[in-house]
């Protein structure tokens, strides 16, 4: 199979688009500072 047909089978098969959500997710969490722990005892934060 060339290049091209390769291209097509990954287009068909919806890859790209479960790659992108991927991308998009790892980039959101790298931008979310770590938390060291969670509890059931989160305070409120309110938003203005």
Same mark, same amino acid.
């Given at each position: 199979?060339?290049?091209? +047909? *390769?291209? /097509?089978?990954?287009?068909?098969? +919806? *890859?790209? /688009?479960?790659?992108?959500?991927l991308a998009g997710r790892r980039e959101e969490a790298a931008a979310q ?16």
């Open positions: 199979m060339d290049e091209r +047909g *390769l291209w /097509e089978l990954f287009c068909r098969t +919806g *890859l790209p /688009e479960a790659w992108l959500a500072p770590e938390e060291l722990a969670r509890t059931a005892f989160q305070p409120r934060v309110e938003k203005a």
